[in-house]
């Protein structure tokens, strides 16, 4: 604001100071021009200041620009780089997830396969007992299913009870 008004004197003492060198007296011409002069020096004296604070101003305003630009470059290229690593973890935890799904499904196979053999296993030493210990009776009473089940030797609290048949109704 200063230095606006500052342009604005020298301007109108620029534009009005010829007329008044013309109207002064001839005595005084001498004095008056001398006076002129030297008011015309300061005023361009205080114009070169005017501009050269102006120019001053600009570069520090463009070297302010030029440092929040770089501000901003570096914030936009760490944004790019968290984006970046944060995608990497999500595609490291999800394939991570999908090695575990992996594993799960492959030991859910092993214990199914592993209860089959147990089963398979238990039938066979149920077969084996009843081949030792019991004799097989088949009653068909009528035409509906039977349980089937394999009972042991009979002794003073019942009848022992050796397993179940294999693909049998029970």
Known sequence: MKFRNTLMILAAVLWFGTGSIANAAPGNEVKNQTEEEQLQARLEAEYKNAMTAAEQQRLAAETSMEKAREQLEQASSQRA?????????????????????????????????TSREIARVNREIARARTDRNSTSFVYRTSEKPVIGVILGDVDDGGVKFLGVSPDGPS
């Open 81 to 113: 780089l968290a984006n970046k690593q944060n995608a990497e973890a999500l595609s490291a935890r999800e394939a991570e997830m999908a090695k575990m799904n992996e594993e799960l499904n492959n030991a859910r196979r092993q214990l199914q396969e």
